[in-house]
């Protein structure tokens, strides 16, 4: 075998050895993540849940602190998937999208968010699951193209949409997403 070979076949494998290294810790970090959440989830697990009118105003702030921090929980570790890296990346050139890439992205949303969407639909029954996607989304700072993109509307819909969820939503949920 000859120099210029072995030196090739050591640098593929010193790359293969260095992604898969930096594969096993980003795994690591989301079963990490996974695990805090689960844990804040035990640790709020006495907590009834009700539908917002019914709650006292003290639950209802202690209802916002607690889904603000879910909320950056499962944002975490949306970001630690390859979707979430693609919209990072999206968010600077958003014509590079196909619909599968959009679709994988939100369908990502909605199994990094599965804890907070299943609270905010306690909450509140009467938001469609599409809305709470949108609210998600924009909290993300998701590009309006991938949200209309996604929902196939036109992005002056989502200014309307927007105005919806501030009618449907208390002023405290609401400023937590947009």
Known sequence: MSLPSLLAILAILGCILLFSRRDRKRKAH???LQNDLRKFNLETLDDVAIAWEELSDDAKELMV???KKKMEMCREI???THEGNY???SSANPDVL???KADGIVSAIENSFVDVLKDLKVCFPKVKNSDWLFCLAEYLK???DIIAFHFNIKTD???MRKMRMEATL????FQIFF
């Open 30 to 32: 989301y079963i990490k």
């Open 65 to 67: 602190v607690r889904l």
């Open 78 to 80: 949306l970001l630690s």
């Open 87 to 89: 919209l990072l990346k």
């Open 98 to 100: 196909s619909k599968e």
């Open 142 to 144: 998701c590009p309006r």
């Open 157 to 159: 819909s989502l200014r």
């Open 170 to 173: 208390p002023g405290q949920i």
